[in-house]
């Protein structure tokens, strides 16, 4: 059962902009097997950026991300976030429903919009991952890396704030797998370019992404790196020199 604290769980519009986007507090989260998946873990993402969690298999690296947007329940612990979360999964075909990217995108997009503004900001969203044009492309036609494109554009549809990856490239080819960390990598920027004919005042503002990956090579990428133990995130340090210290990590997919 939920405990009474998540109450105040908070998405967007309800905090000040200075609030950090994501607080996490003494979380706790065991299945019903018994099985303890996180343990009082506390940390918070202080700006907008990209941060990325690294761990092996078993540590709470997804089970931490499904608590942050709602898809489990903690036992115990606060979780706060300053804008709206939205989850990316590591298989793309497990996310996009519709047959068409235009299609998908708009089953993201807020309600109360018109004719005219959902077709703008299914435009906008496609365009913000580089797949402008393609609203009546069939998906079952997209490479690997543009249904993960499509994917984020889903959740950028959505207005979300917190994009939360799990393992997103892990099914890439190496060239797709550049491309989506330097997608997101663009979208963290503190001032992400929008597409033509389209203003700054449209975009959905500062965007945290909270990457969970098992590349090593990616943490070269990100603004601060942590690695996740018996179920507790550690201090945020510099990606390469975490890179450094960590030989090797037995990751794998699958993981809870």
Same mark, same amino acid.
């Given at each position: 059962?939920a405990?009474?604290?998540? +109450?105040?769980?908070s ?6 902009q200075?609030d ?5 507090d ?6 019903? +097997?018994?099985?303890v998946?996180?343990?009082a ?5 202080p700006?907008p ?7 092996g298999?078993?540590?709470?690296k997804? =089970?931490?991300?499904?608590l942050?947007t709602?898809?489990?329940?903690p036992?115990?612990?606060?979780? @706060? ?5 939205a989850?990316v999964?590591q298989n ?12 998908d995108v ?17 435009a906008?969203?496609?365009e ?8 009546q @492309?069939?998906?079952?036609?997209l +490479? ?17 704030q917190?994009?939360?990856?799990d ?5 890439l ?7 989506v ?6 979208l963290c920027?503190p001032?992400?370019?929008p597409?033509?004919?389209? =203003?700054?005042?449209s975009?959905?503002g500062?965007? =945290?992404?909270l ?11 990100c ?9 507790r995130?550690?201090?945020w340090?510099d990606?390469?020199a975490?890179?450094?210290r960590l030989?090797r990590?037995?990751?794998?997919r699958?993981?809870?």
């Amino acid at each position: 059962m939920a405990a009474d604290s998540l +109450s105040n769980r908070s998405q967007a519009g309800a905090s000040h902009q200075a609030d950090p986007p994501l607080q996490v507090d003494q979380l706790r989260f065991v299945w019903p +097997s018994g099985q303890v998946a996180l343990d009082a873990c506390s940390f918070a993402i202080p700006r907008p950026g990209l941060w990325m969690l690294v761990g092996g298999n078993g540590s709470g690296k997804s =089970t931490l991300l499904r608590l942050i947007t709602g898809l489990l329940e903690p036992n115990s612990g606060q979780i @706060r976030c300053s804008g709206k979360p939205a989850l990316v999964f590591q298989n793309p075909d497990h996310q996009l429903l519709l047959p068409s990217c235009g299609s998908d995108v708009q089953l993201s997009l807020p309600a109360g919009l018109s004719t005219a503004q959902r077709q703008e900001q299914i435009a906008l969203a496609l365009e913000q991952v580089g797949l402008a044009g393609l609203q009546q @492309r069939p998906i079952h036609s997209l +490479s690997g890396g543009q249904k993960q494109r499509l994917a984020v554009a889903g959740a950028l549809a959505s207005r979300a704030q917190l994009l939360l990856l799990d393992e997103p490239t892990a099914l890439l080819d190496p060239d797709s797998q550049r491309d989506v960390l330097a997608l997101v990598r663009q979208l963290c920027s503190p001032t992400p370019k929008p597409g033509p004919g389209l =203003t700054q005042g449209s975009l959905p503002g500062p965007i =945290t992404a909270l990457w969970i990956t098992h590349r090593l090579d990616e943490l070269d990428h990100c603004d601060g790196a942590a690695l996740v133990r018996h179920g507790r995130v550690g201090r945020w340090q510099d990606g390469s020199a975490l890179r450094q210290r960590l030989n090797r990590l037995p990751l794998g997919r699958g993981e809870r």
